[in-house]
C-alpha cells in the first residue's frame, strides 16, 4: 500500500494497526480498553506524520554510486558494487534494490543496509551473466525509513551503467596458470596436461640432480671433464586456430550457457596458453557463410583482438555450411596449422554430408574435430522400473550410440577427434593441443 509515488507504510505500521484492531474487537467485552485504542491510534498516526516529516527533510538525502566491472565474464560469478550515501541527520535503515539487466532474470538482489548520519555504506551482489553482449543496467530503488519504522520513502535512482559481457576471462586465467603450473596438486582441481620433453635443441648446461639423464651430452661430458646435459624447448611458432560453427546445432543450451558459449570460453582459454607457448593463435567462426577470420599471430595485442572478436559471436539458427568453411581456410591459411574444430554432430547422417569436407581440410591440416555428448541423454541410462522409462531408456542409449558412432566414422579416416561434456571442454582442448605439441605431431 502506498500514498504516494515515494512513500510506503512498512510492515510494522501494519503489525501495530492488528494489534489495534485485536484490542478494539476484545474491546467489546472489555470496554476499559477502547479509551487505550483510541489513544494507540492517534500515538500510531502522529507516528505515520513524524516519520514522514523527518524522512522528507532533506530533497536528495540519498546518493548511490554503481561500480560494474569493465568487462565481466560470462558463465562466472561477477560483482556488483554499491554505494549508499545518507545525508539524513540520523540514523537510517533501508533496502536497495537495484535493476540489473533483465535478461540475467536476478531475482534475488534485495539488499539490507544501515547508514548512520553522513555515513556511505557498502551493498554488493552477485551477477552471474549467461549471455555476452551489452546489456544496460536500470534504476537504483532504494527505501529508507528512520528508527521509528513505520513509513518507507522510496528513491528511486538513475543510473546509466551498462554491462559488458565477454568470454570468460576467470576461466582463461585461471586455466593459464595451472597449465604452466610446475605442479598442480590441489585438491579437487583438474589437472591440466604440461609440455614434455621437446626435441627442439636450446643450449648445453651443467648437468644437476633430478634432471633426465636420457638427455646427457656425453661428448661434452668428456671435454669438459664433469657431466653436460642438452636442454630443449619447446617448438615455437606453429599456427593454431580455433574453428567455431556458430550454426543453430550450438545453440542447445546447457547449464544456462549454450554450447556456443562453452566453445567460445574455451577457444579463449585455449588461445591464451598457444600465445604463452610462443605458438601463434588464430580464430574462424562460420555459419552458414563465413564469418571472423583473424589470422593466426603472437603479436602482443591478439589475444584482445581474439577477445572482442569472440564478444558478439551469435547464432542465426541457419545450419552451418562446411563447404564455404573449406573455401576461408583455403583462402585464409596458406600452410599447414593444427584446428580446433568446435561443432556438434547429432546422427552419423548429419555427420556424413560433412565427412568429405572434413575429410579434404584433414588432408591439409591437422584437424581434431570437438563434439558435445548430450549429459541429459547419459543421466536416463538407469533401471527401468515402467514401460515410461524402458522407452526413454532405449531411445537415450541410441543416442549415445549414435554419437559412439560419429567418434568412430572420424576415426576411421583418421580424423582426431574428442566426444566430451560441455563442462570438460577447456580442459580437454588444451590438453590436446599441449599432447600434440608434445608429440610433434603437427
Known sequence: MKFSFNIFLENRFFYILSALIGLYVTGYFMPFLIPFVHLGLWILLLGVFVEMILLYSRKSAISVGRQVPEKMSNGDVNRIQLSVFSLYGFAVSGTVLDEAPYVFQLRSNRLSFKAGPGETVRCDYLLNPVQRGRFAFGAVNIFV?????????????????????????????????????????????????????????????????????????????????KLMRNQYQDERSQDIYCVIDSGRNMKMPFKQLSLLDYAINASLALANIIIRKDDKAGLITFDHKPGVALPASNRPGQLNQILHRLYDIQTDFLEADFEKLYALLNRQIKHRSLLMLFTNFESVTALKRQLPILRKINQRHLLVVIFFRNEAMEALIRPAKHARDIYLKTMAEKMIFEKQRISAELGRYGIQNMRLLPQELTVASINRYLKIKSQRSL
Do not use: C
Not at 154 to 160: A, G, L, N, P, Y
Not at 204 to 216: E, H, K, L, N, Q
Open 145 to 225: 525509513h528512520s528508527p521509528l519504522g513505520l513509513v518507507n520513502r522510496r528513491f528511486r535512482i538513475e543510473s546509466k551503467d551498462y554491462a559488458h559481457v565477454y568470454p570468460s576471462l576467470i576461466q582463461m586465467h585461471k586455466y593459464g596458470f595451472m597449465a604452466l603450473a610446475a605442479k598442480q596438486a590441489t585438491p579437487g582441481l583438474k589437472k591440466v596436461r604440461r609440455i614434455g620433453h621437446t626435441m627442439e635443441f636450446d643450449q648445453i648446461r651443467d648437468y644437476v640432480r633430478g634432471d633426465d639423464y636420457r638427455s646427457i651430452n656425453w661428448k661434452a661430458t668428456a671435454r669438459r671433464q
